[in-house]
């Protein structure tokens, strides 16, 4: 998959689940800006964090496999 759509797919993902993600808003009131706390509930506990990861991954591969090809 190139990366432009693995982008498209993250973007859509934080837009349409992360954004409106009520337990996102509590801890966001709770820490302020504090994205460790955050982000460590969705890394860990939050299945479209985990879905995120794997589009990630995704990137960092296709990320490596663009730099194979340059060299």
Do not use: F
């Amino acid at each position: 998959m190139l990366q432009r759509q693995i982008i498209i797919e993250i973007s859509d993902i934080l837009d349409n689940e992360c954004s409106p993600c009520e337990k996102r808003l509590e801890l966001n009131r709770l820490y302020g800006n504090n994205y460790s706390q955050i982000d460590g509930h969705c890394n860990q506990t939050c299945p479209v964090g985990k879905v995120l990861q794997a589009w990630g991954r995704q990137l960092d591969q296709a990320r490596a496999a663009k730099l194979a090809k340059a060299e």
